[in-house]
């Protein structure tokens, strides 16, 4: 018997969501390496289209962006994969913003993975999250896409008391499938590559804070930069090494304000490589965040022998276990106190073998085993 054919549905890469396209590249090198006896899996992605944004007097401002983000999402990749429904067995929507593209396929062999309920906030806390009604009518078609599958995929129990506690799926159809940790994160690197070294040459000896991750209202980028300016008048020579995301212009004029924009080196682009690399040798990695679904820089620096302290909300509780160490949320003073206490002392942390024990109970093999047996049972 042939193996059912097997479509991932990924993200647009226009769009710049590297979690997301960490998840579904993993899902698919795991599928192809170890599941091929299983079933036939293919990458779905059309490519992306740009109108808006051709338009001269538009084109550098952002609404040119969303709009073609918008008319790819709503319009060209449902086309597009009406064209190709024919072609596969079952179907695996790798980003649940993207499931109003379940309204295209045979719901019952299409499945969805759930990583936070953000696409949905406006709907299901419309005081917290005002939008326009042209938002709520496309979050609203997300939603029923959601709704229609057969599965819904979640990475922590605490993204599924969310998904249970809105009534969002039927609790029948979730399965948990905590994602992994790439090979390049552990405390002792196959290599050291050029941009590895040039990274390290660039924030030099001196002890640096580490933040990994997007710049967006969730993670708290204002208490990140408070607890660093905080933690600088009692270390001066601390530096503050951020990767990822564009400071909004709120966060450039806190900055400014606290007199930290010397001490910070904001980083780009880089290779899962580097990112581990910086792990290695940061002094603590904070994750200020007030919500998350998972929080991949957690066990990614616990696999590097990071000591790590981040917020304590439920979702980073789960994650990083007994090797974290967690701070109230946004009370910057607490904050303070125990990254100074990290530096002073790191022997304060949980010991190195705890933090590299919590960091082993992730594997990308047995997230991409829990998916295919969850598939395999639709068949």
Known sequence: MNQPRFAVICDYLEENWQSMNLCSQMLLKHLKSEQAASVEATQICPNFHWRVSKIPWLAKKRVAYNADRLLNRFLDYPHYLRQQVADFDLFHVSDHSYAQLVHVLPPERTGVFCHDLDAFRALLQPELEPRPLWYHALSRRILSGLHSSAIVFHSTTAVRKQIEHYNLVDPSRLVHAPYGIGSEFSMAP???????????????????????????????????????AGVRKIYPELRLVKVSGDFSASQQEQISRLNIGKSIIHLQGLERTTIAALYRRASVVLLTSEAEGFGLPVIEALACGAIICVSDIPVLREVGGAGGIYCPLADVSAWVKTVEQMLTNPRNAPELEVRLAQANKYSWSTHTQTIVEAYLRLL
């Open 190 to 228: 196959d290599y050291t590559s050029p941009a590895d070294e040039h990274i390290i040459k660039q924030i030099g000896e001196a002890p640096f804070l580490l933040h990994v991750g997007t710049c967006i209202r969730r993670k708290r980028i204002d208490v990140l930069l408070d607890v660093f």
